[in-house]
Antibody, heavy 121, light 113 residues
Framework: EVQLVESGGGLVQPGGSLRLSCAAS????????MFWVRQAPGKGLVWVAR????????TYADSVKGRFTISRDNAKNTLYLQMSSLRVEDTAVYYC??????????????WGQGTLVTVSS | DIVMTQSPDSLAVSLGERVTINCKSS????????????LTWFQQKPGQPPKLLIY???TREFGVPDRFSGSGSGTDFTLTISSLQAEDVAVYYC?????????FGGGTKVEIK
């Protein structure tokens, strides 16, 4: 069974840092693009970042560019999101999700259960 | 950026009735080289992550009930639930994967009347 399990969320002060992890199982992790998507409380879904299978290519939403870093450790089947200079507006549930198409990423399936990041003083 | 606009924002329908959700993209998401529309539909129930329903605008994911169907091409798309069931109460999102940044519609909340 394909499974994604996020961890690392919590309460952090504005300007602080946090690292999220996503443990993957049930598929060949290194073959797939991986993504982070976030959802502020009561709001819609917003794509945050993506990384290709070998970790050589990354892309970010403008809202997090220069503050967030997506990375992966294929030996550990784990995806990361290093978040720094956090803002109140970064408060959200952060989901990791897999790109279905090997070559280009494609659509997202499955999604992890999410981890809540709260940025507040 | 491609803006995805869903309508309506919410709707309440009686059990067994038809549900139609619209999604419009600000530019075409039909890729001419393979004639595929780069659009997906997700269902999100309260407290749960999104679940894939439809990809390539009209291909139903394995295991998704056949009362769910997707249609449309270019810039205008529709998700239809042919006969609403109680377990379909959720928020539905469209999303384009044609270009970066990947973007979602604002969501449509479906409730029982």
């Amino acid at each position: 069974e394909v499974q994604l399990v996020e961890s690392g969320g919590g309460l952090v002060q504005p300007g602080g840092s946090l690292r999220l992890s996503c443990a993957a199982s049930g598929f060949t992790f290194s073959s797939h693009w991986m993504f982070w998507v976030r959802q502020a409380p009561g709001k819609g879904l917003v794509w945050v970042a993506r990384i290709n299978g070998d970790g050589s290519f990354t892309t970010y939403a403008d809202s997090v560019k220069g503050r967030f870093t997506i990375s992966r450790d294929n030996a550990k089947n784990t995806l990361y999101l290093q978040m720094s200079s956090l803002r109140v507006e970064d408060t959200a549930v952060y989901y990791c999700t897999r790109g279905v198409l090997i070559t280009t990423g494609g659509w997202f399936d499955p999604w992890g259960q999410g981890t809540l990041v709260t940025v507040s003083s | 950026d491609i803006v995805m606009t869903q309508s309506p924002d919410s709707l309440a329908v009686s059990l067994g009735e038809r549900v139609t959700i619209n999604c419009k993209s600000s530019q075409s998401i039909l890729y001419s080289s393979n004639n595929k529309n780069y659009l997906t539909w997700f269902q999100q129930k309260p407290g749960q992550p999104p679940k894939l329903l439809i990809y390539w605008a009209s291909t139903r994911e394995f295991g998704v009930p056949d009362r769910f169907s997707g249609s449309g091409s270019g810039t205008d798309f529709t998700l239809t639930i042919s006969s609403l069931q109680a377990e379909d109460v959720a928020v539905y999102y469209c999303q384009q994967f044609y270009s970066i940044p990947l973007t979602f519609g604002g969501g449509t909340k479906v409730e029982i009347k």
